[in-house]
Each structure stands twice: as C-alpha cells, then as structure tokens.
C-alpha cells in the first residue's frame, strides 16, 4: 500500500473515542490482560509480556474484536485469537522442552503487526485489506524491537532465537553468536503450525 502504518496512527486510533477505549480505561484493563495470558514459565520471557502490555496502544490494540471473512467463525478479540496460538505453539511435539516457550512467545507476537494495522485504519478509515504483509511485518519489527533490546541485555541468544524465529533477521545481533538453524526451524514449524488466521 501506498501510506506505510505507523505507530503514532495506531496511538491515534487507541486514544480516538469512537474506539471505546479511553487511557484511564486501558490502564483499569492491563491487569485483566496481563492475568489471562498463560504464564511462559520463564522469567526473562514473560518479562517480555509484561513489558508488552506496559504500551497503552498495544493493549488496545490486543482488546480488539476480530471479525473473520468466514461467516462461521465467531468474532473474537486479538487477545483471545494469540493466546490460543500460544498454546498451540507451545504445545508442538518437535521442540525441545526449552523451546517451548519461545515458540509460544513468538506465536503469541505474530499478529502483533497486524493488530497494529488494523487499529492505525481506523483513524485513516481503511479496511483491513489495504494493508498488506509488508505492513503487518514493519508494524511488527516496531513492537519487537524494543522488547528484544531488552531481552538481548539479559539473554542474546533468547532475542536473538525470538528475532530469528519471528523472521526478521534484520533484527539478529551476529555478535551475540551465531543461530542453530535447526532449532530456528523447529520454532517457525511450531509458529506456522499455531495458524494465522488473517481477518
């Protein structure tokens, strides 16, 4: 599409009225939020959820409801749509017992993008299908990027596999070591194995 999403479109959208979410209302729902998510087991993981939904736009962004092109499939909020994805990710029989949380992390990120997209249209009245994957991904490289700045301070083999896994290889750091590849594979087969279900 010709207009790149960013994030000041979807804090936009976040703070607009007619979003039914307001900032103090976001805030009183982070709690909520924060308490359905299935806990990652892993300390330095689940910082990253935490960190995640310290955004007031991103929480919105989550608290959408998704409404599929398949009439047979019941709207659904964002936040509902990535948890089972986590869950299913989580769950794959070819990782190793440490890999599944990071499978179920990054699965749990996946759409984020997206989510992103679709709440920076409403300030700019565009359906979902004016965004394409280029934009669902840029949107997403945003999100990541600051969580995995974090992440890499504690582990950069963790931000560097979440990164890898999530393809975006532009956000790799080759000092921090070099990637099993095979273990890159065997966390996207878990991702794509989780389903993405695009509205």
């Known amino acids: 599409m010709n207009k790149r999403p960013s994030a000041h479109m979807a804090q936009q959208a976040a703070t607009d009225p007619a979003s039914g979410w307001n900032g103090g209302e976001v805030k009183l729902r982070r709690d909520a939020i924060l308490s359905a998510v299935p806990r990652l087991n892993h300390g330095e993981l689940d910082k990253v959820i935490g960190q995640l939904f310290s955004d007031d736009v991103l929480c919105t962004a989550y608290l959408q409801v998704i409404v599929s092109r398949d009439r047979d499939v019941p709207p659904t909020l964002a936040l509902n749509r990535s948890i089972q994805a986590m869950k299913v990710a989580g769950a794959a029989m070819e990782l190793l017992p440490w890999e599944r949380p990071v499978a179920a992390l990054a699965a749990f990120l996946q759409d984020s993008g997206w989510y992103l997209c679709l709440q920076a249209g409403k300030t700019e009245g565009m359906k979902p299908s ?67 279900p695009w509205a």
Do not use: T
Not at 170 to 194: N, S
């Open 130 to 196: 004016d965004w394409d994957q280029d934009d669902h991904r840029d949107m997403r490289q945003d999100v990541l990027a600051p969580l995995l700045k974090n992440l890499r301070q504690r582990s950069p083999a963790l931000a560097n596999l979440l990164a890898a896994a999530l393809g975006h290889d532009e956000l790799v750091d080759d000092q921090a070591g070099g990637l099993d590849e095979q273990q890159v594979a065997r966390v996207r087969v878990a991702i794509e194995r989780a389903g993405r």
